[in-house]
């Protein structure tokens, strides 16, 4: 939501509570509006409706400032060539074909076209890819393109082709039990399909890692006749080291899965295995203590893949994303 839409909320927001309390100086005394502005709102929304309610600026736009017509479109050409590209650097580049513009000049080109943000200048880029199908990409451009992919995956944004494209891995500490010690949950989740698998272990080093993969999650995917490309772990000793010397890594080497890694200091790139954690704890927790729930952690897991529904995927099961 920009500026202009904020505006144009709180004006009809000031119109709708005089509506409902049948009082304007009422409606006008709470939200901080004087009488006069309240009924200059109203006869421009019956005019022009919500539009009409933009704020207009008293002062008027002296055009001699503004940048050469030649000179901005050659701006709005370079971002979407150089979507990187911030205003300094794109001043610079402009100066060296003849162009001279300010940095605050790029800046305030890219206030008017909505171009400010990378992020809206990628969303230009993507635009202008759907209008013409053939256009090949340059090399900064696709870099443009995998920097922000990058930084979804960081945020939490995981893009998955399909079933086994990508699966989730992590470790889980779930209590400690007197006579045995410390108590682990290794947890893998297809994050196409979200299919979860769990394996609880007394401790927490690469070989248990391997054999989570070995004892359930590639048996489970060849049964699907589904391989497994790649597996997404957090930067944990028992995921990460020297192939020679690793089971974890050998591991995955003789299988032929490949590994990525989360973002340094940004648990929530694995976010999806911390959401599976807690929503195992909290459904496990409530089904044991209520009479008509099935009983038991491992119940509550196959409720979770066959009969629970995912809203983000058609609200089918996890269970029938992954059979297709």
Known sequence: MNTDQKIIKTKVGLLNLAEQLSSVSQACKMLGYSRDSFYRFKELYEKGG??????ISRRKPILKNRVEPHIEQAILDMAVEQPAYGQVRVANELTKRGMFVSPTGVRSVWLRHDLHRFGKRLRALEAKLSQEPGRVLTEAQVQAL???KQEQEA???????HPGYLGAQDTYYV???KAIGRIYQQTFIDTYSKVGL????DRKNALVAADMLNDKVLPFFDEQDVPL????TDRGTEYCGQREHHEYQLYLAVENIDHSKTKARSPQTNGICERFHRTMQDESETRNSTRDWPQGFE?????????RTNQSRARSTPCCRMSG
């Open 50 to 55: 919500e539009l009409a309610l933009k704020e």
């Open 146 to 148: 995998e920097k922000a």
């Open 155 to 161: 945020q939490g944004e995981i893009d998955t082709a």
């Open 175 to 177: 209590g400690t039990i």
């Open 198 to 201: 769990a394996k609880l272990y």
């Open 229 to 232: 490309l790649r597996t997404l």
């Open 299 to 307: 119940t509550t897991g196959e409720w979770n893949q066959t009969r």
